[in-house]
């Protein structure tokens, strides 16, 4: 089955800065990519998604990177904000017809220093 | 505007004494997921419906069931709830499997 690795487990980041976060995957049949956003007592948002067949996705000041070859991908948010704080959670799904559930990695704490 | 709706947000149940959960949703999409999570760890998949089929995980206790009488809501059951099943349970859906998935706020589960 997928494996999916996050890091770091937790981030502390000053206001205005860039926080990266990133996720590797072990099976190269994996061709989607979302990312979750959860605050504290909330279901995890969807804030962006990738799929295999592109290489960057950007929406404000979100983006994902996938690089397929090195099976990692990585979020980035630019000009942060308080209210970015929050548990962050990377996901890959497989491609395999019957295997295709959404396999989560262990989730970063992001906190972000006013 | 809620999309996926859970309720309640919070339960309180007794151990051993059954407890169900309910989830809607007003998008029309044909997959519910249920899933738990506890404290600081990702989302684990309990099951899942397509339409009426039910699809469960392996790993799944089979204290754990879950029924959707129609297409709008899903239910979880937890015949005997053990000390170890507090935990946020998350409701989601897609519109196909395994398209993106819409997640509710989740009823977290106390078991005294």
């Known amino acids: 089955g997928e494996n999916v690795e996050q890091h770091p487990s937790t981030l502390s980041v000053q206001e205005g800065d860039s926080a990266v976060i990133k996720c590797t995957y072990s099976?190269?049949?994996?061709?989607?990519f979302p990312w979750y956003k959860q605050e504290l007592g909330k279901g995890p948002q969807l804030i962006i998604d990738i799929r295999s067949n592109v290489g960057e996705k950007k929406d404000q000041r979100i983006a994902v990177t996938l690089n397929k070859t090195a099976k990692h991908f990585s979020l980035h948010i630019t000009e942060t904000q308080p209210e970015d704080s929050a548990v962050y959670f990377c996901a890959a799904r497989l491609s395999n017809f019957g295997n295709e559930k959404l396999t989560f990695g262990t989730g970063t704490r992001l906190t972000i220093i006013p | 505007d809620a999309m996926v709706i859970q309720n309640p947000r919070y339960q309180v149940t007794q151990f051993g004494k059954p407890v169900t959960l309910s989830c809607s949703q007003t998008l029309n999409h044909n997959v519910m997921y249920w899933y738990q999570q506890k404290s600081s760890q990702a989302p684990k998949l309990l099951f899942h419906y397509y339409d009426k089929d039910f699809n469960n995980e392996a790993d799944t206790p089979d204290n754990f069931q879950s029924r959707r009488p129609n297409t709008s809501f899903c239910f979880l059951d937890i015949r005997s709830p053990g000390l170890g099943d507090a935990a946020m349970y998350l409701c989601?859906?897609?519109?196909?499997?395994?398209?993106?998935?819409?997640f509710g706020p989740g009823t977290r589960l106390l078991v005294l």
């Open positions: 099976d190269s049949a994996s061709n989607y």
């Open positions: 989601a859906t897609s519109r196909e499997f395994p398209e993106t998935q819409y």
